[in-house]
DNA sequence: AATTCAAGCAACCGCCGACGG
DNA sequence: TCCGTCGGCGGTTGCTTGAAT
């Protein structure tokens, strides 16, 4: 007794789309949303597990992608991101437009693994590679200590105090709040570039701490609920 | 020019949590 | 409360392409 599969696999292409199955999808999409992924398949005469489908939307035929290298300010987001959240690509994702959780995925194991080996830090833990071995859990997500953050250019500790948290927004306690759209963003004056502070690079621009802006409105989505709005409320 | 190897990426697989009956 | 279904996620696989020999 296993679990059904999700699809008849017996009669379900699988492998490389053709740009028929793209296009079939597509006009599928446009002209009845993103409804019901299993039946999809069958309605829009597709020869594909429903499942094959939805991968295939969300990760190449959305309009909204940012298709193109990541820049050094993703990448910098996503080595950020990733030391707080560990291998939560979905999370990651969330907080960078038009980008999907299979296409940093990839990149994280294809680009920035070995962007951070080369600077010496191990890409699991963020740590120095050469550090004295800790007691560190296989998942990093949590296991990263203050001076971990220290180290990785976001050290939250009060210079007085180590002991005291300087960032209570930090505390990632699993809340979840949406990615947060096109923030207003002060200009910095010399370069014209806009600037943004730690918080608003990380999402929190509702955050006591955020130097950039205060009283933005964000997007929201049919997901979100009272409590996931208060992201590290 | 042919072959081998490695890197990059799209797609698949299986598990898990949410949800509804 | 239990059970089945579904969508979503992270890990992994395997194909394609380009570089090296």
Redesign the pocket.
């Known amino acids: 007794m296993g ?2 599969p ?1 699809c008849e ?1 017996a009669h379900t ?5 053709t740009k028929e199955e793209d296009d079939r999808l597509i006009a599928h999409i446009k002209a009845h949303g ?6 999809l398949p069958k309605v829009a005469g597709l020869l ?5 489908c ?3 939307w ?3 035929l959305r309009p909204d992608l940012k298709r193109g290298n990541f820049t050094d300010e993703e990448d910098e987001l996503i080595i950020k991101l990733h030391s707080l959240l560990g ?5 990651i ?1 969330g907080r960078l437009p038009g980008r999907t ?3 940093i ?3 994280w ?3 920035i693994r ?1 962007k951070l080996l080369s600077r010496g830090i191990d890409p699991l833990t963020h740590r120095p590679i050469n550090e004295p071995a800790v007691d560190v859990p296989a998942n990093s997500f949590g296991a990263v200590s203050n001076q971990d953050r220290i180290i990785n250019g976001f050290g939250c500790k009060n210079q007085n105090d180590p002991d005291e948290e300087n960032c209570p927004e930090l505390n990632l306690e699993l809340q979840i709040s949406l990615p947060y759209q096109n923030p207003p963003q002060p200009l910095d004056g010399n370069s014209g570039r806009k600037m943004l502070c730690f918080y608003c690079s990380m999402g929190l621009q509702n955050s006591k701490e955020c130097s950039c802006s205060s009283g933005s409105s964000r997007g929201r989505s049919s997901r979100s609920s009272s409590s996931s709005d208060e992201f590290l409320g």
Do not use: Q
């Open positions: 679990r059904s999700c696999k292409n699988k492998g490389a789309w993103e409804g019901c992924w299993r039946s594909r597990c429903g499942k094959s939805r991968l295939r969300i990760n190449y291998n939560k690509w979905s999370l994702a959780d299979n296409e995925k990839n990149y194991n294809t680009h070995k």
